[in-house]
Structures are given as C-alpha cells and as structure tokens.
C-alpha cells in the first residue's frame, strides 16, 4: 500500500529516543520529510543520524521542551519553514512520574497536566491553522493502554490520559470539515528506556528482583513479547498517511492483546 506520505511534512514530539523516534522512522521510510524534538539536543543529533542510516534519509531537528508553550511555537514555526506547512503531527511525551495517589502534592499534578495533556492542545493549537489552509491534516496523538485498563502505581498517567481521549473524539468532529482527521494510539508495553524504568520501580516499591516484575509483564501478554517500537510507528505512520482516508476520533491499541477490556 502507498500510504502517500512522500514529502509530507511530519512533526513528532519528544521524539529523541524510544517510540517517538520509532514513530519518526516509519514516517522517514515512507519518504516524509520530518522534523524531529525534545530536550537534549544531542540525543536528537544522535536520532537524526541513527534514522539516516536506517532510512537512507535524514530528519532535521530542534530542542523543545513540550512544556514551554514559547517553545512549541518555535518549534512549529521551524517545522513549517522550509514548506509552510505541517501536514502531520504526531504528540507524543515523556511519560508522568509513577507513583500512587499518596506520593504526589498539587505541582506534581500540575506538572503531569502540562506534560501530558496541555502539551498536546498547544501543539494541536500551533498546527491548526497550518493545517486548515491547507484543507488537509493528519494528528495522532499518543497515549497508553492505561486509557482502557488503568496501571497500578501510575496514577498521574491514568488521569491525564482519559483527558487526550476526550480531546481526540471532540477534536475528530470540530476538525472534520477542514479535512483534518484526529485519532489517539496507545502502546501496551514496548521495549524502550520508559518501560525498563517502570519495572524497575514497581520491582523496588514490591521488594522483588525486577527479573520477577518483567516476567509477570510478559505473561499477560498473549503474544509473548514486548512490543518493538517500530510496530507502534507503523500504526501511527498509517493513521497519519494519506492512506488514512476514513479513520477519525479513534483509539487504537498495539498492545500484543495485553488489555483484555472491550472494545
Ligand atoms: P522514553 O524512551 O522515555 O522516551 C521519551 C522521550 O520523550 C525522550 O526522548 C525524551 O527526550 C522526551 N521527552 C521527555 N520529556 C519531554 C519534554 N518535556 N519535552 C520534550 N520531550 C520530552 O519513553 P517511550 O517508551 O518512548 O514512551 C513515550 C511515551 O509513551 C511516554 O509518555 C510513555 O509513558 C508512554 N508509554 C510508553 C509505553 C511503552 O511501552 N514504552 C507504554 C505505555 C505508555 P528528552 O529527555 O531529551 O526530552
């Protein structure tokens, strides 16, 4: 299938490493051209030359802290400077402290709003007019599976997510007629430095060799396995592609059939 994404312009957050950048590398693969974000500029030098290796073409790339609206904008205005236009974005972040409901006071909470959920609206809010010229845009904003099964000590993530779901669906109608289709994805549990750093915390606040805490994980995952993140970005690639023609205000899971609730 031609998902049509040649030299559509893509923007992906906190894309630096882990499903972000996985995300970007499918969209490369498809002959997008991307612009790649986060913190640290140097993991994004070393993302931008890891995916030319792999994809034979380069991102470009700019430091942006999602949390700081001053810099999404400039962050969208670097995206849109070579074109005038983002024709995809991809919002996706670093995930909110784990923790239960007892470990966090008011500016944790705050903290977890902005990063999680205002991150999104003010990116959404940056691209939309680029998008609406155009009469055409894709957005596919990244979530968890907690949006359907919620996850033991993480608690602050379990709460703004929903949040990013009620944004997509209400998003998907207001957006329709500018021709921009909005839909939400969530991963179960995929192979990168954020899933490594939750089981080991679950393992330490239970007393068990993390080992034991992975082991439980994958059990519950029929297909045996974690995710490998470029199976997440060939998800987002596809919602995000011109071969999405019909697929609005939906969540969809890549999870190995881990979340056993319905739909
Ligand atoms: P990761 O490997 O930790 O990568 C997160 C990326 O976000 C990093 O590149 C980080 O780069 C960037 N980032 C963090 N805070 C940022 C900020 N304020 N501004 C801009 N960029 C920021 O995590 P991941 O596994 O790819 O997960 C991505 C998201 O999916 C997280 O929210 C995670 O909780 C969620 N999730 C992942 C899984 C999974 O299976 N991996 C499952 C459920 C949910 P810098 O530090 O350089 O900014």
């Not at 974000?37 to 994809?55: F, Q, Y």
């Not at 609206?69 to 236009?85: D, M």
């Amino acid at each position: 299938m031609d998902l049509g994404l040649k030299n559509k312009s893509v923007l992906v957050l906190a894309s630096g490493s882990g499903l972000g950048k996985a995300i970007a590398g499918e969209f490369l693969k498809e002959g997008a051209s991307v612009v790649l974000a986060g913190r640290t500029e140097e993991k994004l030098a070393s993302a931008a030359a890891d995916l030319e290796k792999l994809t034979g073409s380069r991102p470009r790339f700019s430091p942006c802290d999602i949390t700081k609206p001053e810099q999404i904008k400039g962050l969208v205005a670097f995206a849109s400077e070579t074109s005038g236009r983002v024709d995809v974005l991809v919002n996706n972040a670093g995930g909110p402290p784990a923790g239960t409901f007892e470990s966090f006071d008011d500016g944790a909470w705050v903290g977890a709003f902005e990063l999680t959920l205002l991150s999104y609206v003010r990116a959404i809010r940056e691209v939309l007019p680029l998008m609406k010229k155009n009469g055409w845009g894709r957005i596919v904003n990244s979530t968890s599976s907690s949006v359907r099964e919620v996850i033991e000590n993480l608690i602050l993530s379990n709460t703004f997510r929903l949040g990013v779901i009620g944004l997509t669906k209400t998003l998907s109608a207001e957006f329709a007629p500018y021709g921009i289709l909005v839909n939400a994805i969530g991963p179960g549990r995929f192979d990168t430095e954020r899933i490594r750093s939750l089981d080991r915390s679950l393992a330490e606040r239970k007393g068990l060799p993390v080992e034991e805490v992975s082991k439980g994980a994958l059990s519950r995952i029929p297909l045996g396995r974690y995710g490998i993140p470029e199976e997440y970005g060939r998800l987002a690639a596809f919602l995000g592609s011109e071969a999405n023609t019909y697929i609005t205000g939906q969540t969809i899971l890549a999870d190995g059939g881990m979340v056993r609730a319905v739909p």
